[in-house]
């Protein structure tokens, strides 16, 4: 079974600050990991995802995310943060033979001037 | 192109009454899945299709809540004798089913439910 963890509910960081926005998972088999976001009442739109390939994975709008296995992690980072990063990110995993993604509870990354 | 779109995008609806949601998936994907979000419960799977294999219904909450898919392409999530609790953001996706589990979910815009 998978399941993902993600620590803190909310995240506060000033413009041009360092994001980090945490997230570790648990899986059986090897897994696939996802980045998505969420604006205000609107679906999910996919950051980046983990398929087996490169262990540093670059998304839209800056944001990268590393997989340590050892760490069992898969933390999402952007070097300076924007006043439009503002927003619910979701990181979930999904493995072979377990089509449907697991999803973390959400960390809301608010933005200050 | 087309993203995936659902209808209606709200609906309120009273306890005790049925309500159907639609989906309709991008163009040539062959998976479709529901999803749901509610403050309680974060976003939890609901149910999976692809293309003609028996769907795998294993998130569904209760045998209130069913789905189909007509000819592989647009899907309704029908809830039944809906509860209070069933309020909640249901959300569609749609993936290639070519690479399996890897495959990107393109998510639609989601239906708020919202039972009186």
């Known amino acids: 079974a998978q399941s993902v963890t993600q620590l803190g509910s909310h995240v506060s960081v000033s413009e041009g600050a360092l994001v980090l926005l945490r997230c570790n998972y648990s899986s059986s088999v090897p897994p696939y990991l996802f980045w998505y976001v969420q604006y205000p009442n609107q679906g999910l739109q996919l950051l980046l995802k983990y398929t087996s390939a490169a262990t540093l994975v670059k998304g839209i709008n800056g944001f990268e995310a590393e997989f340590k296995k050892s760490e069992t992690s898969f933390h999402l980072t952007k070097p300076s943060a924007h006043m439009s990063d503002a927003a619910e990110y979701f990181c979930a995993v999904s493995a072979t033979g377990f089509q449907k993604l697991v999803f973390g509870t959400g960390t809301r990354l608010l933005v200050s001037p | 192109g087309a993203g995936v779109s659902q209808s209606p995008s709200n609906k309120v609806t009273e306890k005790g009454k049925d309500v159907e949601l639609r989906c309709d998936p991008i163009?040539?994907?062959?998976?479709l899945y529901w999803y749901r979000q509610s403050l309680g419960q974060g976003l939890e799977f609901l149910i999976y299709f692809q293309g003609n294999s028996a769907p795998d219904k294993s998130g569904l909450p209760s045998d209130r809540f069913s789905a189909e898919r007509t000819g592989g392409s647009v899907s309704t999530l029908t809830i039944q004798r809906t509860q209070q609790e069933d309020s909640a953001v249901y959300l569609c996706?749609?993936?290639?089913?070519?690479?399996?589990?890897?495959?990107?979910?393109?998510f639609g815009p989601g239906t708020r439910l919202l039972v009186l």
């Open positions: 163009s040539g994907h062959t998976a």
């Open positions: 996706a749609s993936s290639l089913a070519s690479g399996g589990a890897q495959e990107t979910q393109y």
